[in-house]
């Protein structure tokens, strides 16, 4: 069993940036399965979305519209953060982090809530 609590979420003004965090609750076994850890978002009245994800490799791969501005960083080998720079209203979401195991199963946190004011 994953459980996985984030942190950072907040109010930001068009061009501020902000960090969230994410720290999941493994066993030593569950550490030595993860597969990829990730963030997604959801903005209200959309479907929940990719925004940046890391394997276990150090691979990342982000949404175009996030490219160059987030950064997704693997701290360890169980917590994630996402270093968001020049936010845009549109960015505004709940976010969260997403954790990949190589058997399949998947876990998310309770997510955090962004808003980038205009």
């Known amino acids: 069993q994953v459980q996985l609590v984030e942190s950072g979420g907040g109010l930001v003004q068009a061009g501020g940036s902000l960090r969230l965090s994410c720290a999941a609750s493994v066993s030593l076994f569950s550490i030595l399965n993860i597969n990829t850890m990730a963030w997604y978002r959801q903005a209200p009245g959309k479907q929940r979305e990719l925004v940046a994800i890391?394997?276990?490799?150090?691979?990342t791969q982000y949404l175009e519209s996030v490219k160059g501005r987030f950064v997704i960083t693997k701290e360890n080998a169980k917590e994630v953060s996402l270093e968001m720079n020049s936010l845009k209203p549109e960015d505004t979401a709940i976010y969260y982090c997403?954790?990949?195991?190589?058997?399949?199963?998947?876990?998310w946190g309770q997510g955090t809530q962004v808003t980038v004011s205009s």
């Open positions: 890391v394997t276990q490799s150090g691979n």
């Open positions: 997403n954790v990949g195991m190589k058997s399949g199963n998947t876990y």
